[in-house]
């Protein structure tokens, strides 16, 4: 890849000064650098143009690419760059990089998950359980701050409650500055001088909780419901995280879900689906009685509407329950059954081939 020319990069002349150089690379950088701007192109732009300021900017290897139109050593960007949030930092601060987050007051606590299982019918029909489970909360002793009782948290004197210290370097760029969350006070602006007996500083201590949680009809397997606040406190008064119960749902002996829809598969015998009878379908109400009618085909789908699991965000719909009908040829038969068929099929004139049947009528005679 050419290299182009580094003046042309900075939009400068040959003859600029230090002071016009770094001007024309600030406006520049301000411009394209990938935080700010979000056009693909940009990532590429930066780099360019980092590299002719860091060319141009050291006095030595600006005077041989002024004489070779070049500069040994392959690495451009290995001049001292960590990076760009490293330059970012030395000319807009770090407040403009991205980093910081909030700093000077205490973090929050952890997110907790809780696996609760339930049966078929509590999924579509709804629940309460009352669960127990291992959680840190805030010190009773303490209140949550972590201090002794009467004594209070103060100031943290190594970055003055602010929670992030700040360290300037010189570098070619001019100055930079890093900065890192307060290692006295770990990020949190105040220090306790006497801890609390009772959580030995941290403000909470670990207990059982027990909850009751409401769980919504509809729910399925692998829904989780989130209760804020209901987490881990965090540290020295440091606001709760969230619990989230995971929902496992039991599969049912007989009926199959697909979200809303429940799928019964009824096995009827052959008499069964050509004369017509009632079967009885479980449902998660109870058993109900379905009629199949004379004639009915295999794969014949039966719907039991509003029988199936409701809908989380439509209030009270529910979807339905099918019943696919299998008709069930039988297997063996006997000799009264054969005789019975046989009629059947003359009757219909449909013509049986009973030749590879042969074994199982000798097997009848023997029996
Ligand atoms: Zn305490
Ligand atoms: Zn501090």
């Given amino acids: ?23 024309a690379f600030r406006r520049l950088a301000q411009q394209w650098h990938p935080d ?116 209070q948290p103060t100031t943290c004197p190594q970055c003055n409650g602010r929670g992030e210290v700040r360290a300037v370097r010189q570098t070619m760029l001019g100055q930079m500055i890093n900065v890192t969350p307060c290692p006295r006070c770990r990020g949190e602006g105040r220090i306790v ?32 419901i989130r209760l804020a606040n209901e987490g881990e406190v965090g540290r020295r008064g440091g606001p709760a995280g969230s619990l989230y119960v995971a929902v496992h749902v039991a599969p049912h002996a007989v009926l199959k879900r697909e979200g ?25 109400e109870g058993e109900e009685d379905v009629e199949i009618r004379p004639g009915t085909q295999p794969g014949t789908e039966i719907r039991l509407r509003g029988r199936g699991a409701p809908y989380l965000r439509r209030g009270g719909q529910r979807g339905d329950l099918h019943v696919i009908v299998e008709v069930a040829v039988p297997a063996r038969l006997t000799k009264s059954q054969r005789e019975a068929l046989q009629a059947s099929a003359k009757a219909t004139g449909e013509v049986v081939n009973e030749a590879t049947g042969l074994l199982d009528r000798v097997r009848d005679k023997l029996a």
Wanted: one cysteine or more; a negative charge; glycine letters at 14%.
């Fill in 1 to 23: 890849m050419a290299i182009r020319d580094y003046y042309e990069v900075l939009g400068i002349e040959r003859g600029a000064s230090d002071a016009q150089i770094k001007k």
């Fill in 36 to 151: 700010v701007n979000q056009d693909e192109a940009a990532a590429q732009r930066f780099k360019e143009i980092s590299e002719a300021y860091q060319v141009l900017s050291d006095p030595e290897r600006r005077q041989r690419y002024d004489l070779f139109g070049s500069v040994e050593g392959g690495d451009p960007m290995a001049g001292g760059f960590a990076g760009f949030a490293d330059i970012f930092d030395a000319f807009f601060g770090a407040a403009g990089a991205g980093g910081g987050g909030r700093r000077g007051r205490p973090a929050a606590g952890a997110d907790l998950r809780y696996d609760l299982r339930i049966t078929f019918e509590e999924a579509v029909l709804g629940t309460e359980k009352e669960i127990e489970f291992p959680v840190l909360g805030r010190c009773d002793t303490c209140g949550g701050s972590g201090a002794k009782a009467g004594t």
């Fill in 193 to 224: 001088e006497s801890p609390c007996e009772t959580c030995g500083g941290e403000g909470r201590t670990e207990r059982r909780r027990t909850l009751r949680v409401t769980i919504p009809a509809g729910i399925d397997e692998g829904h989780q």
């Fill in 260 to 284: 809303t829809e429940l799928i019964f598969e009824a096995n009827v015998g052959l008499a069964q689906a050509a004369l017509g009878t009632t079967i009885t379908v479980p449902t998660v």
